[in-house]
Antibody, heavy 121, light 107 residues
Framework: EVQLVESGGGLVQPGGSLRLSCAAS????????MSWVRQAPGKGLEWVAN????????DYVDSVKGRFTISRDNAKNSLYLQMNSLRVEDTAIYYC??????????????WGQGTLVTVSS | DIQMTQSPSSLSASVGDRVTITCRAS??????LNWYQHKPGKAPKLLIY???SLQSGVPSRFSGSGSGTDFTLTISSLQPEDFATYYC?????????FGQGTKLEIK
């Protein structure tokens, strides 16, 4: 069974940092692109970043470029999101998601339950 | 960035109704369009990918169509478990933008 379990969320002050983790199991992690998607309170889904199977390609939404870094450790079956210079508007539930192999556009076919990040003073 | 616009933003319907949600892209995205269902406190669920391909395990009452800039998600006969928020997403280019969502409520 595919499982994605996020952790690392919490309350942080503006300007602070957090590192989110996503533990993957039930599939060969190193074969899949992975993504982070977030949902701010009362808002819709927002794609944040993705990373290629081997970590050689990374993409970000403009609002987090230069502040967030996506990474992965295939030996540990883990995905990460290092979030620096956090802003109030980064407050959201952050979801880890797996992308389907061999499908154009690589849709996200499995998602975790999410971890809440609250940025507030 | 490609903008995705869904309509309506909310919809009230009854069990057994046929429902259609539309999604428009600000530029052509071929058929690189996905639909997700999201319930509060749950993980989003992939329903349709490639505009019209049904994800494994998704009931056949869900269907998708369209290409280029205009797409639709249809639920042929609403079931109680279908009341949720639905999002389209383009994965044609980065950033992989979502529509604003359509909240489907019980009438």
């Amino acid at each position: 069974e595919v499982q994605l379990v996020e952790s690392g969320g919490g309350l942080v002050q503006p300007g602070g940092s957090l590192r989110l983790s996503c533990a993957a199991s039930g599939f060969t992690f190193s074969h899949y692109w992975m993504s982070w998607v977030r949902q701010a309170p009362g808002k819709g889904l927002e794609w944040v970043a993705n990373i290629k199977e081997d970590g050689s390609e990374k993409d970000y939404v403009d609002s987090v470029k230069g502040r967030f870094t996506i990474s992965r450790d295939n030996a540990k079956n883990s995905l990460y999101l290092q979030m620096n210079s956090l802003r109030v508007e980064d407050t959201a539930i952050y979801y880890c998601a797996r992308s389907r192999i061999s499908v154009a556009g690589r849709p996200c076919d499995y998602w975790g339950q999410g971890t809440l990040v609250t940025v507030s003073s | 960035d490609i903008q995705m616009t869904q309509s309506p933003s909310s919809l009230s319907a009854s069990v057994g109704d046929r429902v259609t949600i539309t999604c428009r892209a600000s530029q052509s995205i071929s058929t690189i369009l996905n639909w997700y269902q999201h319930k509060p406190g749950k993980a989003p669920k992939l329903l349709i990918y490639g505009a019209s391909s049904l994800q494994s395990g998704v009931p056949s009452r869900f269907s998708g169509s369209g290409s280029g800039t205009d797409f639709t998600l249809t639920i042929s006969s609403l079931q109680p478990e279908d009341f949720a928020t639905y999002y389209c997403q383009q994965s044609y280019s980065t950033p992989r933008t979502f529509g604003q969502g359509t909240k489907l409520e019980i009438k």
